[in-house]
């Protein structure tokens, strides 16, 4: 059980090694990875500029597992999400959730992309190849996407 | 007189609403009866054109009292940090 904010990149299987490592009592681990799209919209990327609120992003972060442990009966999870530049291709969110069945673990993993997505104070900027920057702006479809778990 | 007191709070501004208001934060001394989010707007409104930018459209801008999520009309008698942002687009 943990949240991280990190300007690095991760490795999925290195996370998940270590999160899991030799237990027996894991029979299923679903892990999501978000990558930053080269094209949004018909909008060319070339670079997206991730802020965030330090100290609240992760407390935050930390209820948003917490609920999905209330809710799934999950072994172990974990949460990874990146701030600073990022290129079009490299990952920038990592999700992996870890139970006995694997129902637990998808619904869990949706749950938890869908409650970051709406609810962690993290902002986008996008710059595209010819260097116009501008924010990203939310879409109504995460808050519906979030609002099925109420 | 009680009327007259103030208190201290420091603001912090995220994403455009931190480049309209032109700075990331700020340490406030807050008259009594500024005490939600939505008095608190309507009083920044009063302080520039940086402020009366950013907080143009009122119901697009988000709140945070030490750290958690509040609507316009939360109480903040006894807040030491809000938070003004866009909605958030991670993940």
């Keep these: 059980m943990a949240v991280r904010v990190q300007r690095e990149a991760f490795d999925v299987a290195e996370e998940t090694r270590r999160l899991i490592g030799a237990r027996k009592d894991v029979g299923a681990i679903v892990t999501f990875t978000g990558r930053v799209r080269g094209n949004d919209d018909g909008r060319e990327i070339a670079t997206l500029t991730l802020e965030h609120y330090p100290g609240m992003t992760e407390a935050e972060m930390e209820r948003i597992e917490a609920e999905a442990l209330a809710r799934w009966p999950l072994q172990a999870s974990l949460l990874v999400h990146r701030v600073g530049d990022l290129q079009a291709g490299d990952e920038i969110v990592l999700v992996i959730t870890a139970s006995l069945h694997r129902q637990a673990a998808f619904e869990a993993a949706e749950f938890l992309m869908d409650y970051l997505k709406t609810r962690a104070p993290f902002w986008k900027k996008e710059t595209t190849g010819s260097g116009k920057s501008a924010w990203v702006e939310a879409h109504d479809k995460d808050d519906t996407a979030a609002d099925r778990w109420k | ?91």
């Design chain 2, 1 to 91: 007189m009680p009327g007259d007191a103030t208190r201290q709070v420091k603001l912090l501004y995220f994403a455009w609403l931190r480049e309209k208001v032109g700075h990331a934060e700020e340490e406030v001394e807050l008259p009594a009866r500024v005490d939600t989010i939505a008095a608190l707007v309507d009083w920044l409104r009063e302080r520039g054109p940086g402020y009366i930018d950013a907080f143009e459209r009122p119901q697009v801008v988000r709140a945070a009292v030490d750290k958690v999520h509040v609507k316009s009309s939360a109480s903040i008698s006894a807040a030491r940090e809000i938070a003004f942002f866009p909605p958030v687009t991670g993940g």
